[in-house]
């Protein structure tokens, strides 16, 4: 299970990969997005958590109506996170690897069954 140093790391990997995201999907970065919600006071914290920055994004649908592949990864990264859900293998169930949710938090399968995984979505 997850200690609360690896979930903070990871978060930090998923708001790296949310900027990232906004950055080349919609040209804005993760802080112009956050502070265009403090002004509409949507999101009502200086120096918000990450837990508040993931629920004002699903509540915001900031990521909610674009259909490139990684937004939609992203999308449910989130999702899963806030319904706890998160880290786990989508085949077998086993906890993935944190070094592999600070590479990409947006993996659903283990190294075990990734490989099997791929395959199936290449056929």
Same mark, same amino acid.
């Given at each position: 299970?997850?200690? &609360?140093?690896?979930? *903070?790391? =990871? ?8 900027? /990232?995201? $906004? %950055? ?31 629920? &004002?994004?699903?509540? *915001?649908? =900031? ?8 937004? /939609?990864? $992203? %999308? ?18 086993r906890e993935l690897p944190i070094e592999l949710l600070e590479k990409d938090p947006t993996a659903t399968t283990c190294p075990t069954c990734r490989p099997a ?7």
């Open positions: 299970m997850m200690n &609360v140093a690896d979930v *903070t790391r =990871v978060k930090q990997a998923m708001l790296q990969r949310v900027d /990232l995201t $906004l %950055r080349e999907q919609f040209h804005q970065s993760l802080t112009e997005v956050l502070t265009e919600l403090r002004i509409r006071n949507v999101l009502t914290e200086k120096n918000p958590t990450p837990e508040n920055v993931f629920e &004002v994004l699903l509540q *915001t649908h =900031v990521l909610g109506y674009a259909s490139d592949s990684k937004v /939609l990864n $992203l %999308r449910d990264a989130l999702e899963r996170f806030t319904h706890g859900s998160f880290g786990s293998c989508s085949r077998c169930g995984w791929l395959k199936e979505r290449h056929h």
